[in-house]
């Protein structure tokens, strides 16, 4: 395993592990890196300085196969949320605001949004999160 600092376009800084050097470029170019902080998804890896722990306070990485099992335990745990959620795909900022506006009946959805949509929802009080793994629409799944 191997971590990076990523940045996005608007500053945040964030950690990521990923299998390989190669597995990053991989995620990258498909858009499956997602700023936690704002949704954006161009994302890019941050300036890092080495880790370099102080004389007696080493601490042990955690063992890959206890990484694995923590992303497999992130990934249950959204996997479930979403099975209460509505996806609506690219009405989601519609849907999302009518909600907000009481136009529509408050329901759990998911769906895409562009970082610019998003700011604007936020802005104009409406609850949304970035979900921190990548959701593949169920038109897409195998």
Known sequence: MI????????????????????AYDDQRDAGHLVCPMC?????????????????GNRAEPLPPAAMKQAMAALAAA?????????????A???????????DAPTTAIHGQASVAEAKAL????????????????PKQLN
Not at 78 to 87: G, H, P, T
Not at 92 to 102: I, L
Not at 122 to 137: F, M, Q, R, S
């Open 39 to 55: 949704g954006a998804t161009r994302i890019e890896k941050a300036v890092m300085a080495p880790a370099v722990a102080a004389k």
């Open 3 to 22: 971590v990076f600092d990523l940045r996005c376009p608007d500053g945040h800084v964030f950690e990521a592990w990923f299998g390989s050097s190669r």
């Open 122 to 137: 936020v802005a104009e009080g409406v609850a949304i999160a970035p979900l921190p793994l990548p959701v593949v629409p």
């Open 78 to 90: 959204q996997a479930k949320a979403l099975e209460s959620s509505e996806w609506v795909g690219s």
């Open 92 to 102: 989601f900022v519609t849907r999302a605001r009518a909600m907000h506006s009481g």
